[in-house]
């Protein structure tokens, strides 16, 4: 297995990495109260201290009252839990390493098994996170423009402590893509539309205004999917055509690296091609993208969840499309996850070590 293009380095403005894999942003829950631990710094440090190049950390809220769902899900707002991200950072940066935090406002949510509910309503487009189920408020201008504020707050504070880059979370049904959607977002003014493009202006301020805070200089990397938990075979841009008019204005406003989000990389986005969606995305836009979606394992992440264990699976595929240039990094869940050392035991060709997943490894932060 020639794993050379994955370990090439990897640089666009404020990014310069050893390598092209990425830890892919995981929800820990780790964080009471909102506040990163020193055991949650261990955590990412370890991943560092073993080779990978880019890590994004989990879902990260921004302040707004019903941003989260989880009691335990870290804040990037407050002076305590900034203070306990600074420790993270130091740590990852000390390894050798860099780091983005995932910026992120869940939107409409189920409330969470535990019981805990924020302190006031979810907020999004239209009270749904997905048809049939209003389990929230509608948001107001107001409620708008304050939520984008604290957007370019939260990737202002990441520039001031040290971060290499942020992340945007605009996948899997969460507040941006709640907009995207046009399931979640019924509205008739100005942030909702009948057409996708319309129906991006939420993403679009945000952006901008993440750019205004950051200064050109620094990378801006969106995540994106197609699919949402409410339906896996959803397409927001159906065609080439439609894909193209939703993320150029998405790269104009400022993004630098699209995140495409699949539940299997290897899945083709459109008739016709074998581009996945990263590989898409790339070739409308010109932009840096990053694919993932079952990396390294032979099982989806989404089954893991329901307690599926994965064993480790070739990269041959992988390996031929990053070759081919259809993308240029390379995320990876689960096996970070459950085992700090994968990326060096990729390079190191020692794939007789490479351990398999299982939901128990969801239950701790693995240090070893």
Not at 45 to 73: C, H, M, Y
Not at 248 to 261: K, M, W
Request: charged share 25%; proline share 5%; hydrophobic share 40%.
């Amino acid at each position: 297995m020639n794993t050379d293009s994955l370990f090439r380095p990897f640089s666009l403005k404020s990014l310069n990495i050893r390598n092209r894999i990425v830890m892919a942003p995981m929800t820990r829950s780790f964080s009471p109260n909102g506040v990163p631990t020193d055991t949650v710094a261990a955590y990412y440090s370890k991943r560092a201290e073993g080779e990978v190049g880019l890590i994004l950390s989990e879902g990260t809220v921004i302040d707004r009252p019903s941003s989260s769902n989880d009691a335990n899900v870290p804040h990037f707002y407050g002076e305590q839990a900034l203070a306990g991200w600074q420790e993270v950072i130091n740590g990852v940066h000390a390894a050798g390493g860099a780091m983005g935090p995932q910026v992120w406002h869940m939107g409409i949510m189920d409330n969470h098994q535990s019981g805990w509910v924020p302190p006031v309503p979810f907020e999004g487009p239209s009270g749904l996170n997905r048809p049939g189920f209003n389990n929230g408020n509608t948001m107001t201008e107001s409620d708008i423009a304050d939520t984008i504020a604290a957007f370019g707050r939260a990737t202002a504070d990441a520039k001031r402590l040290g971060f290499d880059t942020v992340e945007l979370h605009g996948a899997h049904g969460y507040l941006i893509d709640q907009f995207f959607w046009e399931a979640t977002n019924l509205r008739t003014d100005n942030w909702g539309g009948k057409t996708l493009p319309e129906r991006s202006r939420f993403a679009l301020e945000v952006v901008k205004e993440v750019r205004k805070q950051v200064g050109e200089d620094f990378a801006i990397i969106l995540r994106l999917s197609q699919w949402k938990p409410a339906d896996y075979t959803n397409k927001l841009a159906k065609t080439p055509q439609e894909l193209e008019a939703w993320l150029n204005p998405l790269a104009d406003a400022g993004v630098d690296i699209f995140h495409c989000s699949q539940r299997r990389f290897w899945e083709n986005e459109f008739e016709g091609s074998d581009l996945n969606f990263a590989g898409w995305a790339k070739k409308v836009t010109g932009k840096a993208t990053i694919t993932v979606g079952s990396v390294g394992l032979n099982g989806e992440f989404l089954a893991a969840f329901a307690g599926e264990s994965s064993q480790p699976s070739s990269l041959d595929e992988l390996l031929r499309r990053m070759d081919r240039g259809d993308f240029d990094l390379v995320a990876v869940g689960r096996p970070l996850l459950s085992d700090p050392s994968w990326v060096k035991k990729i390079r190191e060709q020692r794939t007789d070590e490479l351990k398999g997943f299982s939901k128990e490894a969801l239950a701790e932060l693995v240090l070893a």
